[in-house]
Structures are given as C-alpha cells and as structure tokens.
C-alpha cells in the first residue's frame, strides 16, 4: 500500500484499506478492533477528491495509470465508509453486549454487493435489543443503495418467527409504515410472505403471541365474524394487522382456513358478498373441502339473486 501512496494513487490504496478491513474478520466483534481502515480509507478519498478539484481545468498528470473516479463516486464511496462505521459500531456494541444471535458463514459488510448490503440491512434490524433500535440505520442502508426494501423487511420477519420473537413483527411493521416511504400494502405483503413460517408456530406460542400483542388498536373488534365465532388464535394474529379484504382472505385460503375465508366473505354489502362466497366456494371444491362448499352454497342459494325467466313477448296475453 505504501508504494500507492509514494504513487499518489488515492483511490486504489482506499481499496486496499477495505480489503486489510474486511480480511480474516469473523464477527463484528473483530471489525469494531480494525475500524482504523475505515478512517484511512476516507482520508484516502478525501485526499484524492481534493487532488480532483485543484486538478480541475488544468494539464492532466503524466501518470495516468493511476485508477481514477469520478467526484461524484468517490463522495459516494465517502458515504458508504461514513455508514459502514456506524454499522460496526451498532453491531459491535449489539456483539459485545450479547444480543447478537445471528449466525452464519460470511459475514456482510457494505462494500459487497446488493445481497451482501441487504445481509447487513436485516443483521442490524435483528441484533439489536429490538427491532426499532437498529431500525434506523437498517433504513438509511435500504435508501442509500435503493435495495429491495419489501424483501429485506420480509425475511426479516421470518427470522423473528425463527427466533420465536413474535411481538418484534408487529414492532417491525410500526417501523415500516411509519418510515414515510412504504406503500400502502407493503405491511400486508409482509405478512403474506411469511405465511408459510407462520404456519410452523406451535398452538401455545401463537397463544402467547396474542397476549404479548394485547392492546387496544390491535384487539379483534367485537361483532367480526373472527370474534363471534372465536376463530382459532392464527387467525386473531391475521385479523389484528387489518390486512385489506382480498389479501385477508388470500392470506386465510394459503392458511387453508376456508371458514375464517367464509366468514370474512359474507360479512360484507351483499353483492361483493356474493362474489366473494363464490370465489371461496371455488377455492373449496379445488381443494375437496366440502363442508365449506356447502356452507357457502347454502349462503348463496339465499342471498344470490335469483335470475327471471322472462316470457317472450310474442307469448303474452
């Protein structure tokens, strides 16, 4: 590295500097005690955007095998340090304390690729004491490199299911909608996406789940179908998170709970109603639930209207 800098070659000694930081490194542990790399490496583009504005206009240098970088990558490039110290000091400190339960081979840093700074996006949102606690900077990383936010929240969500922290998904999806840039249905896709972990978790704990998820805004309100006919306790979590209509039923059909599917369909005006009950209807006799069939062509042989007979006119008196 020494014969870069004698060189005046800035930008491949940064390079080098991410390398010294990131090799051999287990944990965040070990990255917080080389975090020295990181400040040589902004100083070493720092350095060189200075050289690149004095240079400006002026006679280009004879060396030109020197690697070059535009201004605007390198002021980028100073952005991803500046976020990458504050990650290993979050992690580090998370290691340190023993909060830190995730494991694995390779450890993510920002300066690999989009999968590797998605890795990184969830490892803070996880080893924090709460999801909100590094919900933050897990932000600032999804934003800055304009990553698959929906992706990251979603296997985020399926490691707490993992982890048997239930209470953190409802905590992860305050998070979301009040970042100011989710979509109106990304809390929604969420959860669909982790149906089928959902589906792993054992009758007692989803019991618990509800109790730790007892407040006012998140109560079953009195008179839905799911409270009168006390549904089984997957299906409160479901309704707890006010899923819009369609993706609640889609989510009860993946679940295969066809009733709770039923119930929700004929709460509604009559003539969405109808169309609802005929698409779970449907949905049953696919699957050879044929108790539900039936139910729901008894509902409909009462409220679908009854299509007239009408008598040419020719034939009248």
């Known amino acids: 590295m020494l014969n870069t800098v004698r060189l005046l070659d800035h930008v491949r000694a940064a390079m080098t500097c991410i390398r010294f930081f990131t090799h051999g490194a287990k944990s965040y542990t070990e990255l917080g005690d080389k975090q020295t790399w990181l400040l040589k490496i902004k100083d070493h583009l720092k350095v060189y955007l200075q050289e690149v504005s004095r240079s400006s206009g002026r006679k280009k240098m004879a060396l030109t095998f ?15 340090v500046d976020l990458q110290m504050e990650v290993t000091k979050f992690l580090h400190r998370c290691e340190s304390s023993g909060t830190s339960q995730m494991t694995g081979s ?36 999804l934003q800055d490199f304009q990553l698959e936010a929906t992706e990251v929240y979603s296997k985020v969500a399926k490691q707490l299911v993992k982890q048997q922290k239930y209470g953190e998904i409802r905590q992860l999806l305050k998070c979301v909608n009040e970042s ?3 979509a109106k249905n990304d809390g929604d896709n969420i959860i669909l996406n ?42 409160s979590f479901l309704t707890k998170f006010c899923l819009p209509l369609l993706l609640q039923i889609q989510a009860y059909v993946m679940c295969n709970k066809l009733r709770s599917a039923y119930l929700v369909s004929v709460r509604q005006e009559k003539t969405r109603a109808v169309q609802l009950v005929q698409h779970v209807r449907q949905l049953a006799e696919n699957s050879g639930d044929d108790v539900v069939k039936a139910i729901c062509t008894q509902w409909l042989s009462v409220h679908q209207p009854k299509t007239r007979n009408r008598l040419p006119q020719g034939t009248r008196k």
């Open 66 to 80: 020197r690697k070059k970088m535009s201004a605007a990558d390198v002021s980028r490039h100073i952005n991803t």
């Open 194 to 235: 982790c149906l089928n972990e959902f589906k792993n978790i054992p009758a007692e704990d989803l019991d618990n789940l509800i109790q730790d998820m007892d407040s006012d805004e998140n109560k079953v309100r009195r008179g839905t179908p799911l409270a009168r006919a006390k549904q089984p306790v997957y299906c």
């Open 106 to 141: 390779s450890l993510p840093t920002l300066f690999g690729n989009n999968n590797m700074k998605m890795d990184v996006a969830c490892k803070v949102m996880l080893e924090g004491k709460n999801i909100e606690e590094g919900f933050g900077i897990a932000f600032r990383v």
């Open 180 to 182: 100011g840039v989710a």
